[in-house]
């Protein structure tokens, strides 16, 4: 089973799922990184050259043709846009949401021109992040409250929830 962590950009998915995976023996896996490494390209220069369409299209793709075991999977901000990519996180894992207020996410980006987020024109980071909010509460079976928290708090309470999951299931099983 895997863990996937989906939120902000910003909410701390890439950092916390390294600490994350060290701390359970798992593998690790950026999308993100993944896809700059298929295409060869930066997120940004994919999305300056070729369009916010075909990134979701190549995010879309390159998430779906993920066959990971064992893993935590930190994903772009936005991969929730794809319900394709969801559907296939989540027939493989346990999705987290790490949620984290807007004026935190706003303070801790300082380079929302250069990271690769998809934010569509006419839109700022406010638009984006009360558009997706509601889509990472909706595929996310469970969600961390990242507000004011040390990293390492955050990785205890995620191996907690991981932990109540896994016994939800184990006893719904046995029923």
Same mark, same amino acid.
């Given at each position: 089973m895997n863990i996937v962590l989906v939120g902000m950009s910003g909410a701390g998915k890439s950092t916390l799922g390294v600490l994350l995976a060290k701390a359970l023996g798992m593998d690790y896996v950026d999308t993100d990184i993944v896809i700059q490494q298929r295409e060869g390209k930066l997120l940004q220069e994919i999305i300056d050259n070729d369009g916010i369409e075909i990134f979701m299209q190549i995010e879309e793709k390159a998430v779906s043709e993920l066959q990971l075991k064992n893993c935590v999977i930190s994903t772009g901000g936005s991969v929730v846009y794809s319900e394709k990519a969801m559907d296939v996180l989540k027939q493989e894992g346990q999705v @987290?949401? #790490?949620?984290? !207020?807007?004026?935190? &996410?706003?303070?801790?980006? &300082? %380079?929302?021109?250069?990271?690769g &987020?998809? @934010? /569509?024109?006419?839109?700022?980071? /406010?638009?984006?992040?009360?558009?997706?909010? !509601? #889509?990472? @509460?909706?595929?996310?079976? /469970?969600? #961390?409250?990242?507000?004011? /928290?040390?990293?390492? =708090?955050?990785?205890?309470? =995620? @191996?907690?929830? =991981?932990?109540?999951?896994?016994? %939800?299931?184990?006893? &719904?099983?046995?029923?």
């Open positions: @987290i949401y #790490l949620h984290v !207020p807007y004026e935190e &996410i706003r303070r801790r980006l &300082i %380079n929302v021109t250069t990271r &987020i998809v @934010i /569509k024109k006419g839109n700022d980071l /406010k638009d984006v992040y009360e558009e997706r909010v !509601p #889509l990472y @509460i909706k595929y996310s079976d /469970k969600t #961390l409250d990242c507000t004011n /928290k040390d990293i390492e =708090i955050c990785v205890g309470e =995620i @191996i907690e929830l =991981i932990q109540e999951m896994h016994d %939800n299931r184990s006893t &719904i099983g046995r029923r």
